[in-house]
């Protein structure tokens, strides 16, 4: 009875190293809506069971494109990249706040982009936090309440707006903790009471969404619009458990396979694994990453294609006889050599030559005195000496 009990614990209980599972989905299954969709991600075909239920890289595909499932909804998945560790997705994520009738009452956000229970987090290196308003000061709070992250935007008139700049004039950006799974965010007035200026009727409400960098543009008409209906793009990181790749190593191992590496994530939680350079394949399923062969194809590192060796986990380019240089098109490729240089290298050869001919040649005239020496002893006295 007590080990049926135990066996229910474990059953019940997630382990916090989390191994990865081929069977649950069909490995590399091939894409949804021509994105592809590679293990450990995998199709999914069942969400009315529950998101508890569901796998952790779990992707559902129907009329809709591929969606990752998360505790605040579907999000359309618009990238998955293995080698970086990242899923992009779409959605309208834009939190607001508004103060009613102008009379300074806040209300609540719009929505909320949660990821806590899953193995992902918000990318601190691909996303912005970015806030437009008049009157906007938006902060990231951390689960004990401190500020984390935040910045304000403020104008007075149409004139001080500049579109495509977010420097704090109607628009500003601030960069996101590590390992953030939550938007906990909170509006503060700047100006301590609402009103439309002269000469920007500016709504009156405060936004804060997260971005990838670089894509969102800035412009006036964010200013005077609610942007709930504008998709925007939002990078995730993901990891394997919660645990680095030493204290995986300590136990049962990571699930790296072989010509691959295992690395802590960039975000704090978790690893990932990498297939090492000059191999490429997944490198979370059997037999592992395989080489590459650098010489066929477009990619031939090689400045005379057809003088390129492969290597394991690599190449060589070789130059044509009266050339010189690694033969490489990012290194000093092959140049030729110059009527001087040839003359001081056959030059150098010939002295070499001369060189060794004398050595021999001394050689082999001393061991015929010492010869001769020997057969004149030999005569005088009767013994060899």
């Given at each position: 009875?007590?080990?049926?009990?135990?066996?229910?614990?474990?059953?019940?209980?997630?382990?916090?190293s989390q191994r990865l599972d081929p069977s649950v989905f069909k490995p590399d299954a091939g894409s949804c809506y021509n994105i592809s969709i590679p293990y450990p991600f995998g199709i999914i075909?069942?969400?009315?069971?529950?998101?508890?239920?569901?796998?952790?890289?779990?992707?559902?595909?129907?009329?809709?494109?591929?969606?990752?499932?998360?505790?605040?909804?579907?999000?359309?998945?618009?990238?998955?990249?293995?080698?970086?560790?990242?899923?992009?997705?779409?959605?309208?994520?834009?939190?607001?706040?508004?103060?009613?009738?102008?009379?300074?009452?806040?209300?609540?956000?719009?929505?909320?982009?949660?990821?806590?229970?899953?193995?992902?987090?918000?990318?601190?290196?691909?996303?912005?936090?970015?806030?437009?308003?008049?009157?906007?000061?938006?902060?990231?709070?951390?689960?004990?309440?401190?500020?984390?992250?935040?910045?304000?935007?403020?104008?007075?008139?149409?004139?001080?707006?500049?579109?495509?700049?977010?420097?704090?004039?109607?628009?500003?950006?601030?960069?996101?903790?590590?390992?953030?799974?939550?938007?906990?965010?909170?509006?503060?007035?700047?100006?301590?009471?609402?009103?439309?200026?002269?000469?920007?009727?500016?709504?009156?409400?405060?936004?804060?969404?997260?971005?990838?960098?670089?894509?969102?543009?800035?412009?006036?008409?964010?200013?005077?619009?609610?942007?709930?209906?504008?998709?925007?793009?939002?990078?995730?990181?993901?990891?394997?458990?919660?645990?680095?790749?030493?204290?995986?190593?300590?136990?049962?191992?990571?699930?790296?396979?072989?010509?691959?590496?295992?690395?802590?994530?960039?975000?704090?939680?978790?690893?990932?694994?990498?297939?090492?350079?000059?191999?490429?394949?997944?490198?979370?399923?059997?037999?592992?990453?395989?080489?590459?062969?650098?010489?066929?194809?477009?990619?031939?590192?090689?400045?005379?294609?057809?003088?390129?060796?492969?290597?394991?986990?690599?190449?060589?380019?070789?130059?044509?006889?009266?050339?010189?240089?690694?033969?490489?098109?990012?290194?000093?490729?092959?140049?030729?050599?110059?009527?001087?240089?040839?003359?001081?290298?056959?030059?150098?050869?010939?002295?070499?030559?001369?060189?060794?001919?004398?050595?021999?040649?001394?050689?082999?005239?001393?061991?015929?005195?010492?010869?001769?020496?020997?057969?004149?002893?030999?005569?005088?006295?009767?013994?060899?000496?």
């Amino acid at each position: 009875m007590l080990v049926l009990l135990l066996l229910l614990l474990a059953l019940l209980c997630p382990s916090s190293s989390q191994r990865l599972d081929p069977s649950v989905f069909k490995p590399d299954a091939g894409s949804c809506y021509n994105i592809s969709i590679p293990y450990p991600f995998g199709i999914i075909g069942n969400y009315s069971l529950g998101l508890e239920h569901l796998p952790s890289f779990g992707i559902i595909c129907n009329g809709s494109g591929p969606m990752l499932p998360l505790p605040s909804g579907q999000y359309e998945v618009v990238d998955i990249s293995l080698p970086q560790g990242t899923i992009t997705i779409l959605g309208r994520a834009v939190a607001w706040r508004c103060l009613d009738n102008f009379s300074g009452i806040s209300l609540p956000p719009d929505q909320d982009l949660s990821l806590e229970g899953t193995p992902f987090t918000f990318s601190d290196m691909k996303n912005k936090f970015t806030v437009v308003g008049c009157d906007a000061m938006a902060t990231i709070q951390g689960a004990n309440g401190s500020y984390i992250s935040g910045c304000a935007a403020f104008c007075v008139s149409k004139k001080t707006v500049v579109e495509g700049v977010c420097s704090g004039v109607g628009c500003c950006q601030a960069p996101i903790p590590r390992a953030l799974k939550r938007l906990n965010l909170n509006f503060t007035s700047i100006r301590g009471q609402i009103g439309a200026t002269q000469d920007v009727p500016w709504d009156p409400c405060s936004k804060a969404f997260l971005v990838k960098e670089d894509e969102y543009v800035f412009t006036y008409d964010d200013l005077i619009s609610n942007m709930n209906n504008q998709n925007r793009t939002v990078v995730l990181e993901w990891s394997i458990g919660n645990q680095s790749c030493s204290e995986m190593d300590s136990k049962n191992g990571t699930e790296c396979k072989a010509n691959s590496h295992c690395y802590n994530s960039t975000n704090g939680i978790g690893y990932r694994c990498k297939c090492f350079d000059g191999f490429e394949g997944n490198p979370y399923l059997s037999p592992g990453c395989e080489d590459i062969n650098e010489c066929k194809g477009p990619n031939n590192p090689c400045v005379h294609p057809n003088r390129c060796k492969n290597t394991i986990g690599g190449s060589i380019c070789k130059c044509p006889f009266g050339m010189s240089g690694d033969g490489t098109l990012r290194g000093t490729g092959c140049k030729k050599v110059e009527l001087l240089e040839i003359i001081l290298g056959v030059g150098l050869v010939m002295v070499l030559i001369v060189f060794a001919l004398v050595l021999w040649t001394y050689w082999l005239l001393k061991k015929r005195r010492l010869a001769r020496r020997k057969q004149r002893y030999f005569l005088q006295n009767g013994v060899s000496c």
